[in-house]
């Protein structure tokens, strides 16, 4: 049974800095993409980030390009979303994924999904 168990998110001021870390088990993934998500309240849940887990290939939304960084730790089954310089539009619930080595920014082709981990960026 694949688990994806999300953690660090929290409460920052604008300008600061989390790291989200995303433990997956169950599985291997080294044929797998694992992505970053995040939904706002009354929005759709949106591509962040995401990473090939054998070749390390990354993709970014261009909202976050330049302030996160995704990476991942393949002896530990972890991937790590660092986030940088904060803004309040950050605000969200922060999703893990895992799917498909092709599935890139498509939410679709994300089978699997951790519970999330709230993100709150004050002003």
């Known amino acids: 049974q694949v688990q994806l168990v999300e953690s660090g998110g929290g409460l920052v001021q604008t300008g600061g800095s989390l790291r989200l870390s995303c433990a997956a088990s169950g599985r291997t993934f080294s044929g797998s993409a694992m992505g970053w998500f995040r939904q706002a309240p009354g929005k759709e849940r949106e591509f962040v980030a995401s990473?090939?887990?054998?070749?390390?290939?990354?993709y970014y939304a261009g909202s976050v390009k330049g302030r996160f960084t995704i990476s991942r730790d393949n002896a530990n089954n972890t991937v790590y979303l660092q986030m940088n310089s904060l803004k309040p539009e950050d605000t969200a619930v922060y999703y893990c994924?895992?799917?498909?080595?092709?599935?890139?920014?498509?939410?679709?082709?994300?089978?699997?999904w951790g519970q999330g981990t709230q993100v709150t960026v004050s002003s």
């Open positions: 994924a895992a799917g498909a080595y092709y599935a890139y920014t498509d939410r679709d082709k994300y089978n699997y």
């Open positions: 990473i090939t887990w054998s070749r390390g290939t990354t």
